[in-house]
């Protein structure tokens, strides 16, 4: 319908037709309150009820950049699954790997994330400049890209800090740290981040 508006107004607009303009603005305005107050009421396109986190495009969650609710398919939820268990069965048989595990795990999850990103994301039409190319599509892939890298960096910084907290209150109820948590750092870390990617990208987005 904008479409239509705004193709009619720029015709009426270059043919310097007042009367028309008046008109056609006049009812575009009545269309838009119509559909408001039918917004308001959870009806959309007359009969149709819609759920009342939509019925307004600025309604947006409390935290707008954090992770959404988005639960993938048995098949996807399975790979992730083999993927955490191969990292953590690496660096368990490895002990020590330079963090080498933890690295390739994240470039996986990167991965299957961005995927899963670019799968969720509502069909838009596409619009075409003057190149032929398709208009917000380096934007688009430039958020998929920030927000894998986000959900992908906040699993890991979070087994980190669980780690070191964890770390922190052994040492003060016990006074001294075991060898073994120190010796086996690498692998607590990365098998904590494994699980965490595991449930991010199984679960979120």
């Not at 790997?97 to 509502?122: N, S």
């Not at 917000?136 to 992908?152: D, Q, S, T």
């Not at 906040?154 to 006074?175: D, K, R």
Request: net charge positive; with cysteine.
């Amino acid at each position: 319908m904008k479409m239509a508006y705004k193709k009619k107004r720029k015709d009426a607009e270059e043919t310097a037709d007042d009367e028309f303009l008046a008109k056609l603005d006049r009812a575009f305005d009545t269309v838009m309150m119509q559909q408001l107050q039918y917004r308001k009421k959870g009806v959309t396109y007359g009969s149709v009820q819609v759920s009342k986190d939509i019925k307004y495009a600025d309604n947006q969650p409390v935290v707008p950049w954090g992770p959404r609710f988005s639960r993938s398919t048995v098949k996807d939820m399975r790979i992730n699954m083999a993927i955490s268990a191969a990292f953590v069965v690496w660096i368990a048989i490895m002990g020590n790997a330079d963090w080498k595990p933890l690295q390739f795990l994240c470039f996986a999850f990167f991965y299957r994330i961005l995927q899963k990103l670019r799968a969720t994301e509502p069909p838009i039409t596409p619009i075409y400049n003057e190149y032929g190319e398709v208009e917000g599509r380096g934007i688009r892939m430039a958020k998929r890209v920030v927000r894998a890298l986000g959900l992908i960096f906040g699993c890991v910084f979070t087994a980190s800090l669980g780690y070191t907290a964890a770390i922190n209150l052994i040492e003060l109820s016990w006074q001294y740290t075991p060898r073994i948590v120190y010796y086996y750092q690498e692998m607590i870390v990365t098998a904590a981040a494994a699980f965490l990617l595991y449930i991010t990208a199984s679960y979120y987005r």
